[in-house]
């Protein structure tokens, strides 16, 4: 039984920080890190040879379904899922039922986070109410509930005038607004990339025009209003290329790209299997190619793992009925180095210290590991070989693209808050 | 071949093989009585998730020449309609004993995603937009007799007009036609082309009185009047005065030229003329042609020792 007073080792990994990589061990104490040395000595030791340790991941794009679609996951099976891929912090989408557009469901997200305790769940708040892109949301009274990170992911705001009212009551609050980017007039009825496998398969198309027409507008937006704007799962390169001079610009925005969109291409959905159905599309090895460029000169900010589980009956549906999305959260680290090779320090920046900053939870979130610093820290290779079964997941959904497929680097131990949540790659509650 | 999902799953032999069975399948149906027992025993589900009538009485009638039972299943008459899911409907026919599903469906892909869930095999009869396999193996049954040549589209050029983007048809008959040698050019509005042509081996035109006077083929797609909308075209009398075969095109038709329609007929949009008033059309042997076509291909796929026991009943 492990108890919330004991010491907690970290024997023998090297240690990945902004500044610094070094081999040291690591203690924990009271949900705090004690000290940063040679031989340290603890109740628990967690043998780490081999591996990396650094400040715990942050997904600043997970659906958690809960309140509303507890078939697909739950606050705590989420939770479970986010630990296992090293996440001590997840941003939990406001796509729900009800919508997290008031402050009470903004409230039971967050406390049904902490009640569970197995990493920190920060809710995000909708850009408008309902999600139907008319009508602002309380900004006001949501950031006083610590909403920080607004959304109205799975569609975006379509409206131009919306968006830049969002955008001002975002400056004036010092709040990040996260965008969806997609025009809907373009994506109606939208199975897949809009290229020429689409054209064979005879299915509606989701052309890249779509996504970067909205993020040329809110590059605009953003221009217009000085205010931050954070551009989500970007799946093309013409949307790199815009990010890209938006930050030449000098202008403040962010941009995540999700594992997925990385390493998976639109030749996948030729079998016409609805598991590699999401929103955005999976595209082509050029869009794939400019992803990577931009996750190398840092024209994307962060990795954000868009994890969506869907019951089972609802993915054995045809495809242009079957709803779009995958799991991603206990993948992500091992999909994202098996697809590009990173240097520790860019991988722990991708998914930790970065998101951190976007989230406005950098005070106690992706910190370094130094002494007097919270105890939210992953623990990581990027060797392990293992392959992927959807029925060894902890979420309680299956969807995810990866099954059977063979990927490199993995999270060995998670520590929450002080406290051991994933050991040698098991959840311990 | 286990299944026919989509034409691309044949290879050009297997194609010409089955042209070469359905000259035996017409031969059947030439006779006084027109029947065989070559699937007798054998079950034969007409599975409709969307309505078409001659697609399914095709299939049936052939089914039943060839001495199959046919059990029919239409989605606006069946528990499709209490929210049975597709996989559950097709594990639930199959529990009742079916040798091969032949399957509808508005969706793209859905004859893909039924043969997870069964052992029987799966004939395609038209997914969404994607494939309508024997659309296309008898059109080019129909072009290859009509131009006396047996194994090949060689030397001849087919239009195809109207909305490609749309058509199972077009994507079928485009991949049978130019693998079979044939040149083809589709005759199409941007907004009714697919974005990419990638791969397809076809050249495109954006008037038929560019090519109406060249073609060895004048493949008419239905226009379904639901896409007419302001996205698509700015005016059916627009698209009509552009890509409709009208008298005066049709006067312009080498004389050797077929004339090709997958119906149902959409007279006064994209025919304007009366095509009973063509001497090239061939549309009412294309539906004669769609039942030994079909015939071949439930023969190829349940028939077992294949000319034993046709000729068994060619003697019955």
């Known amino acids: 039984m492990i108890t919330s007073g004991m010491s907690i080792v970290i024997r023998g990994a090297t240690v990945v920080n902004p500044d610094a990589m070094f081999v040291a061990d690591v203690r924990i104490v009271k949900g705090v890190i004690e000290a940063v040395g040679d031989a340290l000595t603890g109740d628990i030791v967690l043998d780490a040879a081999g591996c990396y340790v650094s400040s715990g991941f942050v997904d600043l794009h997970t659906h958690l379904r809960e309140p509303g679609k507890e078939e697909a996951e739950t606050i705590e099976s989420g939770s479970r899922a986010a630990v296992l891929g090293g996440f001590t912090a997840v941003v939990a989408m406001p796509n729900t039922d009800p919508a997290q557009d008031n402050v009470a469901t903004v409230q039971f997200v967050r406390e049904r986070g902490r009640v569970v305790g197995l990493c920190e769940v920060i809710p995000s708040g909708c850009i408008t109410i309902g999600r139907l892109g008319t009508q602002l949301v309380p900004f006001e009274q949501l950031a006083e509930q610590g909403v920080t990170l607004f959304t109205d992911d799975g569609t975006g705001v379509q409206d131009a005038l919306v968006m830049q009212r969002a955008l001002m009551v975002a400056k004036r609050l010092n709040l990040t607004i996260s965008q969806h980017c997609e025009v809907a007039s373009m994506t109606v009825g939208a199975v897949m990339h809009d290229g020429a496998c689409c054209s064979t398969m005879g299915v509606p198309g989701w052309p890249s025009a779509a996504e970067e027409e909205m993020v040329r507008r809110d590059i605009q937006l953003v221009r217009m209003t000085g205010a931050r704007e954070h551009f989500m799962h970007l799946s093309t390169k013409g949307s790199v290329e815009l990010i890209r001079a938006a930050k030449a610009e000098g202008l403040p925005v962010t941009a995540e790209v999700t594992p997925h969109h990385i390493s998976l291409t639109d030749e996948l959905l030729t079998g016409f299997d609805p598991i590699f159905k999401v929103n955005p599309p999976l595209r082509t090895m050029a869009d794939i190619t400019a992803l990577h460029e931009g996750l190398v000169d840092g024209t994307i900010d962060a990795i954000a793992t868009d994890h969506a589980p869907h019951a089972g009956h609802t993915k054995e549906q045809t495809l242009d009925t079957a709803p779009p999305g995958m799991l991603g959260l206990e993948t992500a680290l091992g999909v994202v180095n098996t697809a590009i090779a990173l240097a520790p320090q860019k991988i722990a920046a991708l998914m930790s210290w970065n998101p951190a900053v976007i989230a406005n939870i950098s005070d106690h979130q992706g910190r370094p590991i130094a002494v007097g610093e919270p105890a939210h820290i992953a623990i990581w290779d990027t060797t392990t070989v293992w392959s992927v079964s959807r029925d060894e997941l902890a979420s309680r959904s299956t969807n995810t693209p990866y099954h059977g497929m063979e990927l490199r680097g993995r999270v060995r131990h998670t520590i929450y808050n002080g406290q051991l949540v994933v050991q040698e790659g098991k959840a311990l509650a | ?316």
């Open chain 2, 1 to 316: 071949m286990k299944h026919l999902l989509s034409t691309r799953d044949l290879s050009t032999e297997e194609i010409v093989s089955i042209l070469a069975m359905t000259d035996h399948m017409a031969e059947i149906n030439s006779r006084a009585v027109p029947k065989v027992p070559a699937l007798r025993g054998r079950t034969v589900a007409s599975v409709f998730f969307e309505d078409s009538t001659r697609t399914r009485l095709s299939f049936e009638t052939a089914a039943t020449r060839l001495s199959s039972e046919v059990m029919t299943f239409t989605a606006s008459s069946s528990s499709v309609n209490k929210g049975e899911s597709l996989r559950d409907t097709i594990e639930t026919l199959s529990a009742m004993g079916v040798d091969a599903f032949v399957v509808r469906h508005k969706s793209s892909g859905a004859p893909q995603q039924i043969r997870q869930w069964t052992d029987a095999a799966v004939i395609n009869a038209g997914d969404g937009w994607h494939q309508h396999p024997t659309q296309a193996l008898l059109d080019a049954y129909t072009i290859t007799r009509n131009f006396n040549e047996l194994n090949s589209m060689n030397g001849r050029t087919v239009a195809i007009v109207g909305d490609i983007k749309h058509s199972r048809v077009a994507r079928s008959d485009i991949d049978v036609f130019t693998r079979l040698g044939a040149k083809v050019v589709l005759v199409a509005p941007a907004a009714f082309l697919p974005s990419s042509l990638d791969g397809w081996g076809v050249s495109t035109a954006d008037s038929l009185d560019d090519v109406i006077g060249v073609v060895d083929v004048v493949y008419m797609l239905r226009i379904q009047r639901e896409r007419m909308d302001a996205a698509q075209m700015p005016s059916l009398r627009e698209y009509s005065s552009l890509f409709a075969l009208t008298p005066e095109r049709a006067a312009r038709m080498q004389i050797h030229a077929l004339l090709l329609h997958p119906g149902p007929i959409n007279r006064g949009v994209e025919m304007i003329v009366d095509p009973s008033l063509v001497p090239g059309s061939r549309i009412l042997q294309q539906v004669t042609n769609g039942i030994s076509v079909r015939m071949a291909v439930l023969f190829s796929l349940l028939g077992g020792d294949a000319t034993t026991t046709l000729q068994n009943g060619a003697e019955a």
